[in-house]
Nanobody
Framework: QVQLVESGGGSVQTGGSLRLSCAAS????????MAWFRQAPGKEREGVAV????????YYADSVKGRFTISLDNAKNTVYLQMTDLMAEDTAIYYC????????????????????WGQGTQVTVSS
């Protein structure tokens, strides 16, 4: 039972940077994974980055490794996605998600395991 509120989306030029924020709240915040997904027009939703909340170990999609960083601020109950060297193909609606499931490994990048979602925020990268 967690509510997720995203912010930080916007429009940038190629090579630019953007930081997305996902503020979590609710009666209990015990998600094992917090993740960022994205969905471009005409494409399936794909996992971008996942962080294990208890250890901060992270998983990344190959397409964003070295460019994106997911982090967790426990004091603020907020998950961030720092995006650098943005490309046109990064244009999508970005969603924050959470799940109580554990032991997924890289499968945590699949959206089927998540049952808590933010509203989505648009990221547009101009070429």
């Amino acid at each position: 039972q967690v509510q997720l509120v995203e912010s930080g989306g916007g429009s940038v030029q190629t090579g630019g940077s953007l930081r997305l924020s996902c503020a979590a709240s609710g009666y209990t915040i015990n998600s094992h994974y917090m993740a960022w997904f994205r969905q471009a027009p005409g494409k399936e939703r794909e996992g971008v980055a996942v962080i294990v909340t208890s250890t901060t170990f992270a998983y990344y999609a190959d397409s964003v490794k070295g460019r994106f960083t997911i982090s967790l601020d426990n004091a603020k109950n907020t998950v961030y996605l720092q995006m650098t060297d943005l490309m046109a193909e990064d244009t999508a609606i970005y969603y924050c998600a959470a799940t109580r499931q554990a032991g997924l490994g890289y499968r945590a990048l699949s959206p089927i395991y998540y049952d808590n979602w933010g509203q989505g925020t648009q990221v547009t990268v101009s070429s």
